[in-house]
Each structure stands twice: as C-alpha cells, then as structure tokens.
C-alpha cells in the first residue's frame, strides 16, 4: 500500500487519520504525520499508533500527501519543501479557497485539491474532489479509493467548489443550526425540557437520513409518505416549503460572503 503522509494534524488532519484507519483504509504502520507544534501530532501518535517524522520526511517518504494547514499557510509550507515534493508525489491540499492552479504553481507534485466533511469521522458524508491536470489515472483511483472508504468521493468542477462545499464541509453545521430551532420551537411552546426535544429531533434525524440512505428514498417520497393531503404534518410541510427558500437563500448568500 502507498505510505499515506500528512503535514497538518489539527482538526482535520487528525479526522483524516483516524477515519483512514478506523476504515482498514490504511494501517497505522502506513501512515507519517507531521504538525507544527509536537504536542497535538504527538497525542495523535500514541492514540492511533501512526509514525512521525520531520515535514520533509513525511513529503519524501510517503507517495500521497495530505496538505491539512489552514489555506494562508499552504504556499509557505510548499514553497519551504520546494524539490522534497517532486512529480514521484501526489499532493492533495484540502485547503477551502486555494485553487489548483496555485498549488500546481507552487509546488512540483502532482496535485488534486479534496473538500472533506467532518461526518467521514464516522465514514458518512461526501467529499468534494477535483483533479490538477498532472494527476493520472492511478492517482485518480487512489484518491476516489481513500476518501469512498471514509464516506463518499463526488468529483465535481472546481468552479462549483465554494458553493458545493456549503452542502457537504458547512453542511453538518447547517443541518445542526436548523435542527436546533426546530427542537426549539416546541420548547417554546412549554412543558417540554430542551433535552428531550433535542433527543426526540435527533432520533428523527437519524431515522430520516436511514430512510434516504438507506431505502434510496427522495427527499418528496418521504414528505409524501408522512405528509397525508390536508392532514397536519403537510400544513407545516406548506409553512416550510413558503419560508424555507427566503432562510435558505439567505445562508448561501451569508457563507458565500455576498452581504459584506
Ligand atoms: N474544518 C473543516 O470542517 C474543514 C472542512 C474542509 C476543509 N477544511 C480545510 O482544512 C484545513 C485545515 O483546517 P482545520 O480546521 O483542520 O485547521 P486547524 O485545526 O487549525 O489545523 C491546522 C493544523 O496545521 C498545522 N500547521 C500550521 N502550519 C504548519 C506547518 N507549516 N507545518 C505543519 N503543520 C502546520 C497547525 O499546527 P499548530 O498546532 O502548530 O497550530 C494545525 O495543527 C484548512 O485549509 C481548511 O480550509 C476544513
């Protein structure tokens, strides 16, 4: 198996790890890490068994690279490495806003950029990847290997990236923002405690996402299948469907930056 190195083990670095071993996507013996700060990489090792070494031993030593530091720090980091990340390595940034067109300038590996969502820390959720023109048909397969073991890789057109990552990497908070007023809705109403609205909205969500998941249900099948015609789960299905376009276009127009 390729060895599997990351530079970067903050909170999705360490994600990545972890989900590629809980998966038997990689064995700890096959992954090299590196962080900044020794403590978190550190603490990373001893939960999970992988090796460390120096950023230019984990950009020479393994064949794929995560690059998982904040978009600001990216071309600093690849700039230092400079020749240890030859065409032999495949670099894939998941950095939000830094396009491939930079990271192929700054760097000689082959590079694919990946968007990948809190939810692969249970195997569940889709990450966004697109592929820079010196990355080959393996690469192609590597990559759609390791993130389909951690969830589920969607190829998409790098103009769509911004915009696509509100769904998938944004998309838990979200769910979990509207989840919550939701439950708070009928707190409001009195004589139910937040604990138990919250457990009861969360079991409905769970249950839900089976239902779409795992009986291939649409999202129409399911409202039609609880919402009878004239009955009250279709009055609020009528609620949502006049306010949900206005809330929602709203969020994509704030997380896109539009209103500053
Ligand atoms: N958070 C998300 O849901 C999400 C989703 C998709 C994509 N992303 C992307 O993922 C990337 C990382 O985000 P994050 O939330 O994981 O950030 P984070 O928790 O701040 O992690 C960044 C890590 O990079 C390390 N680092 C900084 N400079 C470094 C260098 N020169 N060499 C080695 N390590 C270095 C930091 O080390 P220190 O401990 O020394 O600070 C830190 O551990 C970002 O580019 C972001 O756009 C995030």
């Known amino acids: 198996m390729t060895q599997i190195g990351v530079i970067g083990t903050g909170s999705m670095g360490s994600m990545l790890v972890r989900a590629f071993i809980k998966s038997g996507a990689a064995a700890p013996e096959e992954v090299i890490a590196y962080n900044r700060s020794t403590k978190r990489a550190a603490a990373l090792s001893q939960e999970t068994g992988i090796r460390l070494g120096t950023c230019r031993e984990v950009a020479a030593g393994a064949g794929i690279v995560f690059l998982c530091v904040r978009p600001h720090e990216v071309e600093g980091v690849l700039r230092e490495l400079g020749d240890t990340l030859s065409p032999r390595t495949l670099l894939v940034s998941i950095a939000a806003e830094v396009p491939l067109a930079d990271l192929q300038a700054w760097t000689g590996a082959r590079v694919v950029r990946v968007i990948p969502t809190l939810t692969s820390e249970i195997l569940k959720g889709a990450s966004l ?81 089976g239902l779409l998941e795992e009986e291939g249900s649409s999202f129409d099948e399911v409202i039609s299948r609880v919402a009878t015609e004239g009955g009250i789960t279709a009055k609020g299905v009528a609620v949502i469907r006049k306010e949900g376009p206005g809330v929602f276009d709203a969020v994509v127009a704030a997380a896109l930056g539009e209103d500053e």
């Open 129 to 209: 990847v697109v592929f820079g023109e010196r990355a080959t048909s393996t690469d192609r397969d590597l990559v759609r290997t390791l993130m389909d073991a951690i969830g589920r890789a969607v190829e998409v057109e790098e103009e769509a990236f911004e915009l696509l990552t509100l769904l998938t990497s944004c998309g838990p908070a979200f769910i979990a923002a509207t989840m919550k007023e939701f439950a708070a809705a009928a707190v409001r109403r009195g004589g139910v405690s937040p604990a138990c609205a919250d457990l009861l909205v969360t079991e409905t969500l769970a249950g839900t996402a």
